[in-house]
């Protein structure tokens, strides 16, 4: 159950029943019945009112929660109409008793009902059929004045709302929102989404790409100033939180990304990001000591200013991704296996969605795909409240050792290089590459680039490239049919290469 408040209050709740017991903006209201409203109302709870000839009760209830206000002249500068909607998921529901008494919960909690001594705020609940998704849902408008004509504050209301929300669930036996279970993982403000919408089709708002960057690093890393190190070389910004009374503690960190031109960065904390992404949890999992290190990486601007561990040399050994692939797939076993409620679930599951974050950094640079969905995912299903690095025992702590050397692998080992033919190079052609024909004068030694060759494959192995560059044909080992992906003008003949025309020339 999630409890949806307005962001500032009304001035008009005549038009809010209105709206209520109306068709909607795209007539999705049906069935509309009171569930519950304040005994000034004189309505008995599930009163129907959905039919035209109903229309002047209503009237007649939108005047009545307002009249005292009215007939006093009195109209608060910040308003005084206070509306929320309390939903469930699009699989539960609730009876209407149910949900009146989830209705009087919520007046008693937030002190409009009068029981603390104050005079009670005229309220009513409705109910008009599910949300487009399907979520069953009631409304509650409160007018805010109180019969003595004094205003409600009912300040903190979401936090208490949250609080009473949960409590619901428990009683009802309805599904409990993570955020309130302390699982989950912080949402994303319109803001943020907006932000990432302005920046191109395929960005992301940046909470969730620093997430991935701090739980790879986090991951590969076997100490503090690893981890700093890790961030700098990955080109985040990141600067610590220093402890009461000085500069020779971190007690937190917060991370960014380089802003655009003109722009400021936005900076996020360890638990903005995730839960067990906070400088304390992230230290549990690394060798103790090394503080002074650590203290210099942290004060330290965007250079490495501490070696380099062993673990963050390039790796050149050709049988690295095969040990990594062995290593993804123990992790892979490890979630098959074992249940959920199992500490070395965790383990796992945080070990997987570290990967999952590191290949995708490196493969899908330009738009997130398969890879970055696998590791917010399992980042979500990873977060355990209870759960601390000791619970999962020997066996668990060599599971993290195996995932972090899977992760050092992936981030460390060389890239698969794009192919290229023999003797390519930056700076001048390829052999294979035609040069322009004698008879054409102006940039007689300026190379005439082909089309490039068809993803997934090329025409003949790179060892078998011998094709001199002058006018000379294609060799044995290098037979014509290779050349028909080349434009026809390109291709060799059995005398040579053929001469540009006057009509290509122009």
Known sequence: MIAKIASAHGRDVAGLVRYLFGRGRSDEHRDQRVIAADEQLEIADGTRLDSPADWPRVLELGCALDDHRLAAGIEPAGG?????????????????????????????????????????????????????????????AVNLVRGDLRLARPGRDRIAMSKLCGELERRFGLRVVDGR???????ISRAEIERARRAGPTAQPERIVLARHV??????ASTEAE???????AGVWGRPRYGVGGTTEVVGYCVALPPQQGRKAIWFGGGKMAADLTLPKLRANWRPGGAG????????????????????????????????????????????????????????????????????LRIETERPGALSAAADRLAWSAQDPAFSPGQAGLAGQQMRRDVGAAVRIISQAARARRWRPAGWSSSSPPPCWPRRSPSCTSGADKPIRPKPWPTGSRPWPASSLRTPRGSGAPTDACPSSAWSTWPPRWRPTSTGW?????????
């Open 215 to 220: 739980r790879a690093a986090a991951m590969a």
């Open 181 to 187: 279970a302390r699982r989950g993982l912080p949402g």
């Open 293 to 360: 290190e650590a203290l210099a990486e942290w004060s330290a601007e965007s250079v490495r200013v501490t070696a380099l561990g062993r673990g963050e040399l390039p790796i050149e050994d050709p049988g690295a991704w095969s040990q990594a692939a062995q290593l993804v797939d123990g992790a892979r076993q490890a979630l098959i296996t074992l249940p959920p409620d199992d500490p070395r679930w965790t383990v796992a599951c945080r070990g997987a969605a570290a990967m999952m974050a590191v290949l995708a």
């Open 498 to 506: 053929p001469a540009r025309s006057s009509a290509a020339s122009t």
């Open 80 to 140: 005084w109409v206070w509306h929320c909607a309390l939903a469930l998921a699009p699989d539960e529901r609730l009876t209407d008793g149910q949900w009146a008494e989830a209705a009087r919960a919520v007046v008693a909690r937030l002190g409009f009902d009068g029981s603390d001594g104050r005079a009670p705020c005229r309220w009513i609940a409705v109910h008009h059929g599910p949300f487009s998704g399907g979520n069953d849902h009631i409304h509650l």
């Open 227 to 233: 981890f700093v190190r890790r961030l700098k070389g």
